[in-house]
């Protein structure tokens, strides 16, 4: 099966600064590709995801990139704030006609320093 | 904006009885899955489910789960005899269609056995 690995597990950064995190997949069958963000106690919540046609997805100061030849994948947070502090989670699936379960990566936790 | 909800919150039972977690799925959606996080790990798929049947699941998934849809609109687990490792959160998910991948999750159930 899928097995995702993530990296770091912890992040601080300093408000303003860039954060990065970075996924491994094994599966190259794999082609759907979300971050889910999750605060302490709550759900998960999709904040961005990118299909296996494109290398690179933005919204606002969000981003993904996806290498398919490596099997990896990254989020680009810029501009922090502290509201970004949380757990984020990657995920992988294969994104096939039916239902599509996502393997998760182990999760980075991120601080962000006023 | 429609969401995944999930009762109850918490649940404390004791080891070997028989607890339903519930969830109600967005009213358009099709496919429904159930995840688990043991706290602190990541989070990892149990099972999904369309059409009234179980479309795939896990080695986590043995005998000692089900899922029903019992009616039109709530999706439910049950663990038949509860074990100390059962304790988790688990979550509900679901998403809208065929080649719709992104998935939306509940708030959680946080599963106790004592």
């Known amino acids: 099966g899928e097995n995702v690995e993530q990296h770091p597990s912890t992040l601080s950064v300093q408000e303003g600064d860039s954060a990065v995190i970075k996924c491994t997949y094994s599966?190259?069958?794999?082609?759907?590709f979300p971050w889910y963000k999750q605060e302490l106690g709550k759900r998960p919540q999709l904040i961005i995801d990118?299909?296996?046609?494109?290398g690179e997805k933005k919204d606002q100061r969000i981003a993904v990139t996806l290498n398919k030849t490596a099997k990896h994948f990254s989020l680009h947070i810029t501009e922090t704030q502290p509201e970004d502090s949380a757990v984020y989670f990657c995920a992988a699936s294969r994104g096939q006609t039916g239902a599509n379960n996502l393997f998760f990566g182990t999760g980075t936790r991120l601080t962000v320093i006023p | 904006e429609p969401e995944v909800t999930q009762t109850p919150s918490h649940q404390v039972t004791q080891m070997g009885q028989e607890v339903i977690l519930r969830c109600v799925p967005i009213?358009?959606?099709?496919?429904f899955y159930w995840y688990r996080q043991i706290l602190g790990q990541k989070v990892e798929f149990l099972v999904s489910?369309?059409?009234?049947?179980?479309?795939?699941k896990s080695e986590i998934f043995d005998d000692q789960f089900s899922v029903e849809r019992p009616d039109g609109s709530n999706f439910t687990l049950k663990i038949r005899s509860t074990k100390l490792e059962d304790s988790a959160m688990y979550f509900c998910?679901?998403?809208?269609?065929?080649?719709?991948?992104?998935?939306?999750f509940g708030p959680g159930t946080r599963l106790t056995v004592t």
């Open positions: 599966d190259s069958a794999s082609n759907y």
């Open positions: 998910a679901s998403s809208e269609r065929t080649g719709s991948y992104e998935q939306y």
């Open positions: 990118i299909r296996s046609n494109v």
């Open positions: 009213s358009n959606h099709l496919y």
């Open positions: 489910f369309y059409n009234n049947e179980i479309s795939e």
